[in-house]
C-alpha cells in the first residue's frame, strides 16, 4: 500500500510538471506569435544599456533588475526597460537589438527580452526535466531498449538547451556573439556550454552507431 502511495504522488507530481510545462510553452509560444505579428513592420535600432533599478529581491536575498536602455529614432533619443526581472547587469553601453514603432518610437521592446521568452524557458524546463527524468528510469530498468545512450545524449542536449536560452534572453539572439556584446567575457561559459552539449550529443550518437556494427 505504502509503495502504492508512492507511486500516486510520483505520478502526480510529474503530471503536475509536466501540465505546468505545457501551459507556459503555451503561453509563450502565444505571446511570441502575438508579438511578432505587432512587430511585423517595426524597425529596429541598436539599444545602449544606460540604467537600471531593483526589481524584486526574493526571501533568500537574490535581487533581479530592470535594465533601461536608450535607442535613437530620427535624432531623437528614446528610452525602453526590460519588462522582467534580470539577475545580470550588463556593462555600460553594451548594445541589445530594440524594435519600435516608426510612427511612435515610443513605443519599444527589446528583442529577446521579453515575458514571452521568460514563459518559453520555465516552460521548457518544466516538460523536459520530467521527461529527462521519465528516459532515464525506463533505460536503466532496461525498458528501453536503443543503443543510443539517452541519458548522455540528453544531458548533452539539456547543456545546449540551457545555453541557448540564456543567449536569447539575455542577448536577444541565438548566436553567442550578441551576448558578448552585452555582457562581456561572462558569455564565454554559456559559449562553451553550448560546445560542450553538441560533443557530448554527437559523441553518443556515434558510439550508439559502433555499438550496433
Not at 40 to 59: H, M
Not at 76 to 94: K, L, N, Q
Not at 119 to 138: A, D, R, S
Amino acid at each position: 500500500m505504502k509503495m502504492n502511495i508512492k507511486k500516486a504522488v510520483i505520478i502526480l507530481l510529474f503530471s503536475a510538471a509536466l501540465l505546468a510545462g505545457i501551459v507556459f510553452l503555451f503561453l509563450g509560444i502565444k505571446e511570441s506569435i502575438a508579438l511578432a505579428v505587432k512587430t511585423k513592420d517595426w524597425f529596429e535600432a541598436p539599444g545602449y544599456f544606460r540604467d537600471y533599478s531593483v526589481y524584486n529581491v526574493d526571501d533568500e536575498g537574490e535581487t533581479t533588475y530592470r535594465l533601461r536602455y536608450v535607442f535613437y529614432s530620427g535624432g531623437a533619443e528614446y528610452f525602453v526597460e526590460t519588462d522582467y526581472g534580470g539577475e545580470i547587469i550588463p556593462e555600460i553601453d553594451s548594445v541589445r537589438t530594440v524594435l519600435y514603432e516608426p510612427e511612435n518610437p515610443e513605443n519599444a521592446v527589446l528583442k529577446g527580452g521579453t515575458a514571452s521568452a521568460a514563459y518559453l524557458t520555465i516552460g521548457f524546463m518544466f516538460v523536459f526535466i520530467p521527461l529527462f527524468m521519465i528516459i532515464c528510469w525506463l533505460f536503466f530498468t532496461g525498458k528501453l531498449k536503443i543503443h543510443v545512450n539517452m541519458l548522455d545524449f540528453t544531458a548533452g542536449f539539456l547543456i545546449f538547451a540551457v545555453a541557448e536560452l540564456f543567449f536569447y534572453l539575455i542577448g536577444g539572439s541565438f548566436w553567442p556573439f550578441a551576448s558578448f556584446k552585452t555582457i562581456g567575457i561572462i558569455a564565454i561559459i554559456p559559449a562553451l556550454m553550448v560546445v560542450a552539449g553538441i560533443f557530448q550529443m554527437i559523441k553518443t550518437i556515434v558510439n550508439g552507431i559502433k555499438e550496433k556494427k
